[in-house]
Protein backbone atom coordinates (compact mmCIF):
# COMPACT_ATOMS: atom_id res chain seq x y z
CA UNK A 1 0.00 0.00 0.00
CA UNK A 2 1.37 3.31 -0.51
CA UNK A 3 0.03 7.29 -0.87
CA UNK A 4 0.59 9.66 -4.23
CA UNK A 5 0.82 12.27 -3.98
CA UNK A 6 -1.47 14.37 -7.27
CA UNK A 7 -1.32 18.04 -5.68
CA UNK A 8 -1.74 20.17 -2.59
CA UNK A 9 -5.00 18.55 -1.86
CA UNK A 10 -5.44 15.67 -3.94
CA UNK A 11 -3.90 11.81 -2.89
CA UNK A 12 -4.84 8.50 -4.39
CA UNK A 13 -4.17 5.61 -2.25
CA UNK A 14 -2.59 2.53 -3.88
CA UNK A 15 -4.25 -0.75 -2.78
CA UNK A 16 -3.81 -4.09 -4.79
CA UNK A 17 -3.20 -2.56 -7.94
CA UNK A 18 -6.44 -0.27 -7.48
CA UNK A 19 -6.44 3.44 -6.96
CA UNK A 20 -8.63 5.60 -4.58
CA UNK A 21 -9.11 9.12 -4.40
CA UNK A 22 -8.94 10.34 -0.80
CA UNK A 23 -12.72 11.83 -1.11
CA UNK A 24 -13.15 7.88 -1.25
CA UNK A 25 -11.57 7.85 1.37
CA UNK A 26 -13.09 10.20 3.67
CA UNK A 27 -16.38 9.71 2.87
CA UNK A 28 -19.02 9.18 5.83
CA UNK A 29 -21.82 6.37 6.06
CA UNK A 30 -24.50 7.29 7.87
CA UNK A 31 -27.68 4.70 8.32
CA UNK A 32 -30.98 4.82 10.53
CA UNK A 33 -32.78 2.34 12.88
CA UNK A 34 -36.03 1.70 13.49
CA UNK A 35 -37.16 4.29 10.89
CA UNK A 36 -40.05 1.76 9.64
CA UNK A 37 -43.35 1.38 12.56
CA UNK A 38 -43.79 -2.66 11.22
CA UNK A 39 -39.72 -3.39 11.24
CA UNK A 40 -39.57 -2.16 14.66
CA UNK A 41 -43.10 -4.28 15.73
CA UNK A 42 -41.16 -7.38 13.93
CA UNK A 43 -37.69 -7.24 15.89
CA UNK A 44 -38.79 -5.22 19.22
CA UNK A 45 -42.62 -5.41 19.21
CA UNK A 46 -43.78 -2.21 19.51
CA UNK A 47 -44.97 0.15 16.72
CA UNK A 48 -43.62 2.95 18.44
CA UNK A 49 -41.99 5.83 16.51
CA UNK A 50 -38.51 7.34 18.43
CA UNK A 51 -38.17 10.18 19.78
CA UNK A 52 -35.50 11.02 17.34
CA UNK A 53 -33.99 9.44 14.47
CA UNK A 54 -31.92 6.57 16.03
CA UNK A 55 -28.42 7.34 14.36
CA UNK A 56 -25.78 5.32 13.54
CA UNK A 57 -22.18 4.77 11.49
CA UNK A 58 -20.40 2.10 9.31
CA UNK A 59 -16.61 2.43 8.46
CA UNK A 60 -15.63 3.19 4.53
CA UNK A 61 -14.36 0.03 4.89
CA UNK A 62 -18.30 -1.40 4.86
CA UNK A 63 -18.60 -0.46 1.23
CA UNK A 64 -19.63 -3.15 -1.03
CA UNK A 65 -19.90 -1.96 -4.47
CA UNK A 66 -19.62 -2.83 -8.05
CA UNK A 67 -21.42 -6.02 -8.36
CA UNK A 68 -18.10 -7.48 -5.75
CA UNK A 69 -19.30 -10.64 -3.46
CA UNK A 70 -20.14 -10.08 0.16
CA UNK A 71 -18.27 -12.80 2.01
CA UNK A 72 -20.43 -14.13 4.69
CA UNK A 73 -18.47 -13.46 8.00
CA UNK A 74 -18.46 -17.27 9.63
CA UNK A 75 -17.59 -15.52 13.37
CA UNK A 76 -20.65 -13.18 13.48
CA UNK A 77 -23.30 -15.73 13.87
CA UNK A 78 -26.38 -15.23 11.84
CA UNK A 79 -25.94 -12.16 9.35
CA UNK A 80 -29.54 -10.27 8.04
CA UNK A 81 -30.24 -8.75 5.25
CA UNK A 82 -31.97 -5.08 5.69
CA UNK A 83 -32.63 -3.73 2.27
CA UNK A 84 -32.80 0.11 2.49
CA UNK A 85 -32.93 3.13 0.13
CA UNK A 86 -29.83 5.25 -0.04
CA UNK A 87 -29.52 8.66 -0.90
CA UNK A 88 -26.14 10.24 -1.82
CA UNK A 89 -24.88 13.83 -0.61
CA UNK A 90 -23.70 16.14 -3.16
CA UNK A 91 -23.10 19.38 -1.19
CA UNK A 92 -21.18 20.79 2.06
CA UNK A 93 -23.89 21.36 4.44
CA UNK A 94 -24.23 21.80 8.42
CA UNK A 95 -27.37 23.12 10.25
CA UNK A 96 -29.72 22.44 6.95
CA UNK A 97 -33.13 23.26 7.53
CA UNK A 98 -35.80 20.81 6.69
CA UNK A 99 -37.21 22.61 4.11
CA UNK A 100 -33.85 23.77 2.36
CA UNK A 101 -32.67 19.52 3.00
CA UNK A 102 -33.86 18.25 -0.63
CA UNK A 103 -31.33 20.09 -2.59
CA UNK A 104 -28.53 18.26 -0.58
CA UNK A 105 -28.71 15.05 -2.16
CA UNK A 106 -28.92 13.90 -5.95
CA UNK A 107 -28.98 10.85 -6.11
CA UNK A 108 -31.02 7.49 -4.44
CA UNK A 109 -29.91 3.90 -5.00
CA UNK A 110 -30.72 0.49 -3.19
CA UNK A 111 -28.20 -0.62 -0.39
CA UNK A 112 -28.08 -3.62 2.07
CA UNK A 113 -27.29 -2.75 5.77
CA UNK A 114 -26.14 -6.45 6.72
CA UNK A 115 -26.50 -6.80 10.44
CA UNK A 116 -24.61 -9.43 12.69
CA UNK A 117 -28.25 -10.22 14.19
CA UNK A 118 -27.07 -12.36 17.48
CA UNK A 119 -24.40 -10.15 18.22
CA UNK A 120 -26.72 -6.98 17.98
CA UNK A 121 -29.07 -9.04 20.43
CA UNK A 122 -26.55 -9.46 22.87
CA UNK A 123 -25.23 -5.83 22.66
CA UNK A 124 -28.42 -3.93 22.69
CA UNK A 125 -29.62 -5.45 25.92
CA UNK A 126 -26.26 -4.45 27.28
CA UNK A 127 -26.94 -0.67 25.93
CA UNK A 128 -23.82 -1.12 23.89
CA UNK A 129 -23.45 1.04 20.50
CA UNK A 130 -23.88 -1.74 17.41
CA UNK A 131 -20.65 -0.56 15.31
CA UNK A 132 -19.09 -3.82 15.14
CA UNK A 133 -22.55 -5.72 14.21
CA UNK A 134 -23.34 -3.30 11.69
CA UNK A 135 -19.91 -1.44 10.45
CA UNK A 136 -18.06 -4.21 9.56
CA UNK A 137 -16.17 -4.84 6.39
CA UNK A 138 -18.19 -5.58 3.51
CA UNK A 139 -21.48 -4.61 5.56
CA UNK A 140 -22.97 -2.07 3.41
CA UNK A 141 -23.99 -3.32 0.12
CA UNK A 142 -24.54 -0.01 -2.70
CA UNK A 143 -26.47 -0.24 -5.67
CA UNK A 144 -25.91 1.62 -9.22
CA UNK A 145 -27.32 5.11 -8.32
CA UNK A 146 -30.06 7.10 -10.05
CA UNK A 147 -30.26 10.76 -10.56
CA UNK A 148 -33.61 11.63 -7.92
CA UNK A 149 -34.81 14.02 -10.78
CA UNK A 150 -35.57 10.60 -12.65
CA UNK A 151 -38.37 10.26 -10.04
CA UNK A 152 -41.33 12.46 -9.51
CA UNK A 153 -41.21 12.05 -5.43
CA UNK A 154 -38.27 10.23 -4.22
CA UNK A 155 -40.15 9.60 -0.97
CA UNK A 156 -42.65 7.68 -2.58
CA UNK A 157 -40.31 5.59 -4.16
CA UNK A 158 -41.15 1.59 -3.97
CA UNK A 159 -38.01 -0.72 -3.51
CA UNK A 160 -37.43 -4.68 -2.69
CA UNK A 161 -34.66 -7.11 -2.83
CA UNK A 162 -35.07 -10.66 -4.49
CA UNK A 163 -32.85 -13.82 -3.29
CA UNK A 164 -32.09 -16.51 -5.90
CA UNK A 165 -35.33 -14.83 -8.18
CA UNK A 166 -37.62 -14.70 -5.44
CA UNK A 167 -38.90 -11.67 -3.51
CA UNK A 168 -37.56 -11.45 0.00
CA UNK A 169 -38.38 -7.80 1.39
CA UNK A 170 -39.97 -4.67 -0.53
CA UNK A 171 -40.96 -1.34 1.49
CA UNK A 172 -42.30 2.19 0.10
CA UNK A 173 -40.23 5.68 1.18
CA UNK A 174 -43.50 6.84 2.38
CA UNK A 175 -43.74 4.42 5.03
CA UNK A 176 -40.84 6.11 7.08
CA UNK A 177 -41.37 7.61 10.47
CA UNK A 178 -38.57 10.47 9.72
CA UNK A 179 -38.17 11.32 6.20
CA UNK A 180 -35.29 11.71 4.05
CA UNK A 181 -35.55 15.86 4.72
CA UNK A 182 -35.92 15.76 8.36
CA UNK A 183 -32.77 13.09 8.51
CA UNK A 184 -30.44 14.85 6.74
CA UNK A 185 -31.38 17.75 8.65
CA UNK A 186 -31.08 16.33 11.91
CA UNK A 187 -27.99 14.57 11.19
CA UNK A 188 -26.84 18.05 9.80
CA UNK A 189 -26.91 19.41 13.32
CA UNK A 190 -24.15 16.78 14.73
CA UNK A 191 -22.37 16.17 11.55
CA UNK A 192 -20.80 17.89 8.90
CA UNK A 193 -22.57 16.67 5.78
CA UNK A 194 -19.84 16.50 2.69
CA UNK A 195 -20.13 16.03 -1.30
CA UNK A 196 -20.21 12.30 -1.22
CA UNK A 197 -21.40 10.84 2.08
CA UNK A 198 -24.17 8.24 2.17
CA UNK A 199 -27.45 7.98 3.91
CA UNK A 200 -28.95 4.85 4.54
CA UNK A 201 -32.68 5.15 5.52
CA UNK A 202 -33.55 2.47 7.42
CA UNK A 203 -34.93 -1.25 6.44
CA UNK A 204 -38.86 -1.71 6.39
CA UNK A 205 -39.93 -5.58 7.89
CA UNK A 206 -39.48 -8.90 6.71
CA UNK A 207 -35.45 -8.91 7.23
CA UNK A 208 -33.86 -12.56 7.11
CA UNK A 209 -30.54 -14.17 7.19
CA UNK A 210 -28.33 -14.61 4.16
CA UNK A 211 -26.51 -18.12 3.18
CA UNK A 212 -23.60 -18.42 1.32
CA UNK A 213 -24.60 -19.27 -2.49
CA UNK A 214 -27.25 -16.46 -2.15
CA UNK A 215 -28.00 -14.20 -5.62
CA UNK A 216 -28.88 -11.21 -4.35
CA UNK A 217 -30.77 -8.15 -6.77
CA UNK A 218 -31.90 -5.08 -5.37
CA UNK A 219 -34.96 -2.94 -7.28
CA UNK A 220 -36.11 0.70 -7.36
CA UNK A 221 -39.27 0.64 -8.82
CA UNK A 222 -38.96 -2.15 -11.86
CA UNK A 223 -35.56 -0.74 -12.20
CA UNK A 224 -32.43 -3.22 -11.40
CA UNK A 225 -29.78 -1.39 -9.08
CA UNK A 226 -28.02 -3.39 -7.53
CA UNK A 227 -26.84 -7.65 -7.84
CA UNK A 228 -23.97 -9.60 -6.25
CA UNK A 229 -23.77 -13.28 -4.76
CA UNK A 230 -22.77 -13.77 -1.46
CA UNK A 231 -19.53 -16.25 -0.87
Known sequence: MHIE????????LWYNGHGLYNNDLEMKIFAIGMNYALHNKELHGTLLKPEAPVIFTKADSALLKDHKPFFVPDHLGRIDYETELVVRICRLGKNIPVRFAHRYYDAVTVGIDFTAREMQTRLREKGLPWEI????????????????????????????????GARVQEGCACDMLFKIDEIISYISQFFT??????????????????????????????????????K
Open 133 to 164: CKGFDGSAAIGEWVEKDKFRDVQALRFHLDIN
Open 193 to 230: LKTGDLLYTGTPAGVGPVNIGDHMEGYIEDRKVLEFNC
Open 5 to 12: RRSCTAYI
